[in-house]
């Protein structure tokens, strides 16, 4: 009897390597104690309806806006069934319960042992899964027989592919968005760049120097999931991650709260961001585009700045605004110098080198640099990224063929003539005097280059109707944002103090340490002007 009942405790085959396999992604402690909060004592399993309050948003307490001008209103139907589809796509049996092996399972089946591409099939089955279940019409169709190897048809339209990207920013900041306050606004990011690059990447539209809005792409476009799937893992890789981190955090959410509770109460943020200021070249939009081309601290970084609800985290990132700073090198200089950490460079132009500031026309290129800017008249940096930001998104990564990514160049404080002076501005890529990116000492003037003069940067254009020759464009705004974290800030801070001590003794004169009327400065102007031919000691 009893070597009967020690054989019957013993796990099966599946479920030893079911833990085995959550113990490889370091899951598998929070997995048991999450277990035990959902699971009934009795029955040893989860009831299905468990799963879905933990795996909801939570949408009655959230006013979620749109961005203006939006071309859909249909998003806000989607959010309540989220936690649903997600947890029959996962963990639906035949019972409505869900043992330990099968938890084990559904978990693992998303957030072990993925491919890019797997991650990316199973985004599209729960926004296909959440659209219907809301009653509204998606273009994806799947062959169930083969749904975990890939197969899926069909096309996106211009709702569809905004709505599906709102869809995952939802469930990427699902931890912060369960602490936001009751009853207050959050304005959803403003995500047009991404759909219009992928319509413009996969030759549904022209060309960009036409399209400057959605607008612009009419509302019949649609893009085939095939071509979509080669946009996203070659932009927008942090995409396929999603739904598997959506799923990690509410995991590890039910782990540490209390039986069956998943949401916490607690209101980390609150108020209203809807009309929060969002006129930063760096929008919440952009830093979440961003953020899904970077991984680790990186991203998890530009993540939290792209949520509208860490308003004044954001606003601690940023260092140097020429709008508010001032302009010109020495200005910018002057501000981000010590700084060693990742940086966020930004800056738009007009399409021409005027006065024109008419926004329909301006666009936004970045530059993101992982170890800071120094004072140099040679390329440096040992890795760096080129973004065209705005109007169309496109991440142009290092070649690995050379290595001029930055140069930063201010004019020596004695101004000592140089025969041969080096160019005095910022640049980005190609070589020196023919850079791939080249602002002026004013920073009023920026060159952008064919990519065929760089081979630091992958090819690709930065602004829209760029040609083979140099397009000079006057500069409308820059932007440096700070991504090193509280220790690269601290030290930045330390540094500057220390500077500006530095300025303040050495404009400070001490007559006390002249010893006498014929030792002090004013002795010696006097005499140079009484009598500037006289020969003194000092010439002889």
């Given at each position: ?12 085959a ?8 959550a ?18 004592p ?44 997600a ?86 900041q ?8 009751k ?60 739904f ?15 039986k ?58 940023l ?69 065209a ?35 005095v ?116």
């Amino acid at each position: 009897m009893g070597s009967a009942a020690s054989t019957d405790r013993r796990p099966s085959a599946e479920q030893q390597e079911q833990e085995s396999l959550a113990a490889s992604t370091g899951s598998l402690t929070f997995l048991k104690s999450a277990f035990a909060n959902l699971s009934d004592p009795q029955s040893q399993s989860i009831p299905l309806s468990s799963l879905y309050q933990s795996l909801s948003i939570p949408s009655v307490t959230l006013n979620l806006t749109l961005p203006s001008p939006h071309p859909t209103s249909n998003f806000s139907l989607l959010l309540p069934h989220l936690g649903a589809a997600a947890a029959d796509f996962l963990f639906a049996t035949v019972n409505d319960t869900t043992d330990w092996t099968a938890f084990l399972r559904g978990f693992n089946r998303c957030c072990a042992r993925m491919s890019a591409s797997s991650s990316l099939i199973t985004l599209y089955r729960i926004f296909s899964d959440v659209c219907r279940r809301a009653g509204i019409t998606c273009g994806l169709e799947f062959d169930l027989e083969d749904a975990d190897d890939g197969k899926v048809r069909g096309t996106f339209g211009l709702n569809d592919m905004l709505m599906f990207l709102w869809l995952c920013w939802v469930m990427e900041q699902s931890s912060r968005l369960s602490m936001w306050g009751k009853g207050g606004e959050l304005a959803l990011p403003d995500l047009n760049h991404l759909v219009l690059s992928a319509f413009l990447a996969c030759s549904e539209v022209g060309g960009d120097e036409s399209v400057w809005g959605l607008d612009g792409l009419g509302e019949r476009k649609s893009v085939a999931v095939q071509k979509l799937n080669g946009w996203i893992l070659a932009t927008l890789p942090g995409l396929a991650s999603c739904f598997s981190q959506f799923l990690r955090e509410n995991i590890k959410s039910v782990a540490v709260s209390a039986k069956g509770s998943m949401k916490s109460n607690q209101s980390g943020c609150s108020g209203s961001s809807t009309n929060c200021n969002d006129s930063f070249l760096l929008t919440f939009g952009r830093a979440w585009a961003i953020s899904l081309t970077e991984k680790g601290t990186l991203g998890e970084e530009l993540s939290a700045v792209s949520f509208p609800g860490l308003l004044d985290h954001k606003l601690n990132n940023l260092l140097y605004r020429s709008s508010t700073h001032g302009k010109g090198l020495s200005r910018f200089w002057s501000i981000v110098e010590g700084y060693h950490g990742p940086l966020l460079f930004l800056f738009s132009g007009n399409l021409a080198y005027s006065s024109d500031d008419k926004s329909s026309t301006r666009w936004v290129v970045g530059v993101l640099t992982e170890h800071g800017f120094q004072n140099s008249d040679m390329f440096y940096g040992t890795s760096a990224h080129l973004y065209a930001i705005s109007p169309v998104f496109r991440v142009l990564s290092p070649t690995g063929k050379e290595k001029n990514f930055l140069y930063s160049h201010l004019h020596p404080a004695g101004r000592v003539y140089e025969a041969n002076p080096k160019p005095v501005g910022l640049a980005f890529g190609g070589t020196r005097g023919n850079e791939r990116i080249f602002i002026d000492e004013d920073f009023s003037k920026v060159v952008i280059r064919h990519h065929a003069v760089d081979k630091t940067y992958q090819h690709g254009s930065l602004i829209p109707n760029q040609g083979y020759l140099p397009v000079e464009a006057s500069l409308v705004e820059a932007e440096v944002w700070g991504f090193g974290g509280s220790s690269a800030k601290e030290q930045h801070d330390t540094f500057k103090k220390r500077e500006k001590l530095f300025t303040e003794q050495r404009r400070k004169v001490d007559l006390k340490t002249f010893g006498s009327w014929e030792d002090s400065p004013e002795k010696m102007m006097m005499d140079m002007v009484s009598d500037p031919n006289r020969v003194r000691r000092e010439d002889r």
